[in-house]
């Protein structure tokens, strides 16, 4: 995985599976644009009541700007709401987008495990009335593939539904005015115990301590297809139809993914609650894990890259009629997974490619800046991504420091005896072999060789 950087040609590095590009962070390249997928963009600035109210205890992190000509902005804070207002007010009722742009957050920042303020975020919606739990399998699937081709470590991906959720919170007494706070502090169980949860739940969202006891007792359940069996039977959630509705979704949604073959990486998670509002029905979240020592049974997670869910009701309230969209959709932590790919990087000792130049262009001797010219400018026209250093005279040494440096694989030596002979010296970086190629088979000789990197 490259880091984003201006190459002749534009920008480049994509950190994309085969249906998941960007149109702000990356462009696509190499046939990895998903056919029905469209691009969609949304302004970075919005009024703040399109923001408020939607993102629970996260509302408190929304940026909010000053009174402008008379009315009140914010920065968004994620690209799902922004999504959900296009599809209303371009009353659009079916859709399959990605999106990747920066969002913002007045959070503290921790940069060494890439948290940020300003941060992208790498987007994947379907929106439409499709059969219960395909496009959400798709989802899944996705989050899946890109996690494994990035080869980020062992992950586990977890799911629950709001529905099971508010199911269990009805069942344990909890009052449905109290579901949702009662949601966001469940949320916070893989930071903290269950006992100061419970004591943030009874002291204060006025959870009574039954009712806390007994939900202690649900959400610290994990498992796959036979705990959905065991809570289908269950006395008490059998009887809610809420939580009824969203078992038989999951066990669905469990066969799907069977099907795809990917439930070895799929925990059904009953602690997993996404503070959002705005999520209906499933939801879900990736978190990359680690074995603390040799001597711990089970792997401990190091944070969450990637996470989603279901929002039945979100365009609805954009829409002058109510009219509802059902959605799903995943968003992906780019800064998050850059900062544990160099942290990797760093302590392996490997050195991180910044670029995707193919060929420095260079010269051995002073007075050469013309043939440097003139010899990239051909590779330039045939399409080759080719750099030079912006000096007269550069010395070879610092020339072939910089390939080092920046991971340029190939370097074109083009000196007095070269231009005499009608050939370039080619330098492969990795090994220091220079070979003599002849200046009209130079463009050829560096795709093979490029093409091997």
Not at 413 to 441: F, H, P, Y
Request: aromatic share 8%; proline share 4%; hydrophobic share 40%.
């Amino acid at each position: 995985m490259e880091r984003r950087t201006q190459v002749r040609g534009g920008w480049r590095g994509d950190m994309c599976n085969a249906r998941f590009v960007g149109t702000e962070l990356c462009a696509p390249s190499r046939g990895t644009l998903h056919p029905r997928a469209t691009p969609v963009t949304s302004p970075f600035a919005l009024l703040q009541e399109i923001l408020v109210g939607k993102y629970g205890e996260g509302s408190k992190l929304i940026y909010e700007l000053q009174d402008q000509g008379g009315e009140l902005l914010a920065l968004r804070y994620d690209l799902t709401v922004p999504f959900a207002r296009y599809l209303a007010m371009n009353k659009i009722t079916s859709m399959k987008r990605y999106h990747v742009a920066k969002v913002y957050r007045r959070d503290n920042p921790a940069t060494t495990r890439g948290r940020y303020r300003e941060f992208y975020q790498c987007d994947f919606d379907i929106a439409g009335q499709f059969d219960p739990m395909i496009p959400d399998a798709e989802c899944l699937k996705i989050v899946h593939e890109i996690l494994s081709d990035l080869q980020l470590g062992d992950f586990v991906i977890k799911v629950n539904d709001r529905r099971i959720l508010n199911g269990v919170f009805a069942v344990c007494g909890v009052p449905e005015s109290k579901f949702i706070p009662a949601c966001s502090i469940v949320d916070k169980l893989d930071k903290m115990p269950w006992e100061e949860v419970r004591s943030e739940m009874v002291g204060e969202r006025g959870v009574s301590p039954e009712a806390a006891d007994r939900i202690g007792e649900y959400v610290q359940l994990h498992g796959g297809l036979d705990l959905i069996e065991r809570l289908l039977q269950d006395p008490k959630l059998s009887q809610n139809k809420l939580a009824k509705e969203g078992l038989g979704d999951m066990k669905l949604l469990f066969e799907y993914l069977t099907l795809f073959g990917i439930t070895g990486k799929i925990s059904f998670d009953l602690s997993l609650a996404r503070g959002l509002d705005y999520y209906t029905g499933v939801i879900f979240e990736a978190v990359l894990l680690q074995q603390d020592n040799e001597h711990r049974e089970e792997p401990v997670g190091v944070g969450s890259v990637a996470g989603g869910g279901r929002y039945d009701g979100l365009v609805g309230m954009f829409d002058p009629k109510g009219r509802k969209v059902p959605c799903v959709g995943v968003s992906i932590g780019i800064e998050r997974i850059f900062s544990i790919l160099e942290q990797r990087l760093e302590a392996s000792g490997e050195k991180l490619r910044t670029t995707e130049t193919q060929v420095l262009v260079a010269t051995p001797q002073k007075h050469l800046l013309a043939a440097r010219l003139k010899l990239i400018t051909e590779l330039w026209d045939a399409g080759i991504k080719a750099e030079m250093l912006y000096k007269k005279n550069p010395k070879l040494l610092n020339q072939l420091q910089y390939c080092e440096d920046t991971g340029i694989p190939l370097v074109a030596i083009v000196g007095e005896q070269e231009l005499k002979d009608g050939v370039v010296k080619l330098r492969i970086v990795a090994t220091r072999e220079e070979v003599n190629v002849r200046r009209e088979s130079l463009v050829e000789e560096i795709r093979i060789r490029t093409s091997q990197c």
